[in-house]
């Protein structure tokens, strides 16, 4: 097991701290223009913990949150940690179905959610959603809206009154479950992966030490906060480290690149979307943003090209790929010296601070260069699901954590991933189950068989695609799927983009469908989204 020495602390005694000592002091930019201070940013999270805590929330209670980037965010954060709440950050783009479940599952007991964000009204969503969620009491909104609800209420008004109120950071234990994150998995409900304040502080150490952050540092977020990532990196580092952070509330290459320049951005974690973005507009405006030192990029397929040309377009820019999962979180932190360009291009990154052994199906350790599943352990490892038995079936006996994917260690410290043994979709660094879309279209008499499989995407890495046996009678195309698919609540981004036709799918011997001929017929046809 690697030696990490935890922090023992958490976020609530390091923002008090913070606030004391240096209250006027920037925590965290916004790109609207404006930021929160240390001494803010405790009051408004102060305040709302004492109003949560005066309507009857306990700590241990689930707080749940499915906010974009930005101040209110921030607040929600810290009023979980000085509440002693358990939070449960919800990305935004989960509509019903989803949404329905995880409040359901973490037994959520406060909700917070935009009265509209995008043109999706969130609070009508939850008018529809209340009842069937037995242990929620409030649903506090952000904006204007009328609602139905007495359970519903302003998060000004809320906020307000909690003010004047100092409360104690909770006694809380930092091994202690801190926060609650729903992946996808190869199963159709999402995965509740449990986080301690000390795992969530051991990954936010990783990518620290390993890229070399200092106080001199500004990390640019563009990913979710209500991603792992987003979360740890563009909200949590500030009162942990010197490093400040500038969330973005929706990516944009070109408003990106005006806060580069404007605030002196040196560095961004996010998907490789961005980063190629951001590449080919640079390039086409002449731009080579100097001061911008840093690009860790992961999520989804990262073409080695794309390093090449980041390090050969921006002037002092290191792009290297990261790997790791909310499970396990940066396994690997990239290279970044200049001699090591080949490695940061061509290997998914050095392995920092996790045991890591590759293995084939029967568990037998498979040494350097050759590939087989990868198990990782390591102090920012989650805790564990909270379902027994997905944990049987996700650690070894030992104690690592099986990965799902396939890849090889080399002699440098580096590791390639080659194949996914997971059956899910990696669409722009969102995982999207293919079992989940799969089991909601076999729900229409339309469709005898489906499969869902991986198609290549030249933004997103990977887009989704559908592959139909239509049943008898019937007929199909991408407007069936939309129908069928609206009705069940699920996502659009999880809507498939592709539609190929099948009289049969192709099966094993025992009946199991061949994905990877479906994906291997889909890239001989050159198809790309």
């Given at each position: ?32 223009g404006s ?19 005066a ?51 973490a037994?959520?007991?406060v ?21 069937d ?10 904006g ?16 307000e ?12 234990d930092?091994d ?59 909200m949590?580092?500030?009162?942990f ?68 040309s ?50 084939d ?5 498979q ?5 087989g ?15 027994n038995e ?24 580096a ?9 899910i ?30 198609v ?54 025992s009946?199991?469908?061949q994905k ?12 790309s989204?």
């Amino acid at each position: 097991m690697p030696r990490h020495t935890y922090r023992n602390t958490t976020l609530a005694r390091a923002a008090l701290k913070l606030s004391q000592n240096c209250p006027e002091a920037t925590a965290i930019h916004f790109d609207d223009g404006s930021s929160i201070s240390y001494g803010e940013a405790w009051t408004s999270g102060a305040a709302l913990a004492s109003a949560l805590l005066a309507r009857g929330t306990h700590p241990g209670d689930t707080l749940s949150f499915q906010l974009p980037n930005g101040r209110y965010a921030v607040i929600v954060m810290l009023a979980a940690a000085i509440g002693g709440f358990v939070i449960n950050p919800i990305v935004p783009i989960y509509r019903g179905k989803e949404v329905r479940y995880i409040l359901r599952h973490a037994e959520t007991r406060v909700l917070f959610i935009p009265a509209e964000l995008r043109g999706f009204n969130y609070v009508a969503m939850m008018e529809q959603l209340i009842d069937d969620c037995p242990d929620l009491r409030q649903v506090i909104y952000l904006g204007e809206s009328q609602h139905l609800s007495e359970k519903f209420e302003a998060f000004d008004l809320v906020l307000e009154s909690g003010k004047e109120q100092f409360p104690e950071p909770a006694q809380a234990d930092p091994d202690d479950t801190k926060i609650l994150l729903y992946t996808s998995g190869t199963t159709g409900n999402p995965k509740q992966v449990r986080h301690s304040h000390n795992t969530l502080n051991a990954a936010l150490d990783n990518g620290v030490d390993g890229w070399q952050l200092t106080d001199q540092d500004l990390m640019l977020m563009p990913s979710p906060v209500t991603h792992i990532t987003g979360y740890v990196n563009g909200m949590e580092m500030p009162f942990f480290t010197g490093v400040k952070t500038l969330l973005m509330s929706q990516w944009d290459v070109n408003e990106a690149i005006k806060l580069i320049e404007n605030y002196g951005v040196t560095a961004c974690v996010s998907a490789t979307p961005f980063l190629k973005e951001l590449v080919d507009t640079c390039q086409e405006k002449g731009k080579t943003l100097p001061g911008f030192r840093l690009f860790a990029c992961g999520g989804a397929s990262v073409p080695s090209a794309l390093i090449h040309s980041a390090w050969d377009t921006l002037d002092a820019c290191r792009a290297v790929r990261v790997y790791g999962s909310t499970e396990v979180p940066l396994v690997t932190v990239g290279f970044l010296d200049a001699e090591q360009r080949s490695l940061a291009a061509e290997t998914d990154g050095r392995v920092a601070n996790y045991d890591v052994i590759i293995v084939d199906d029967h568990g037998n350790d498979q040494g350097l260069d050759t590939d087989g599943e990868i198990l990782a352990k390591g102090p920012a490892m989650m805790l564990g699901y909270s379902d027994n038995e997905q944990n049987r079936d996700a650690f070894t006996p030992s104690g690592y954590f099986r990965t799902g994917d396939i890849g090889r260690l080399l002699a440098s410290g580096a590791l390639v991933i080659s194949d996914r043994k997971k059956d899910i979709i990696i669409r722009g660094g969102e995982n999207i189950a293919a079992r989940e879309l799969e089991d909601t279209l076999l729900l229409s008499n339309a469709i005898a068989e489906v499969a869902i499989v991986a198609v290549p995407h030249s933004r997103l890495g990977e887009g989704v695609g559908a592959c139909v046996v239509p049943a008898a009678g019937s007929q199909v195309d991408m407007n069936t799927l939309r129908e069928i698919l609206a009705e069940s609540g699920l996502a659009k981004q999880k809507w498939p983009q592709y539609l190929e036709l099948f009289s049969a799918l192709p099966k094993t011997a025992s009946g199991k469908v061949q994905k990877d001929k479906l994906r291997q017929s889909i890239r001989q046809q050159g198809v790309s989204l």
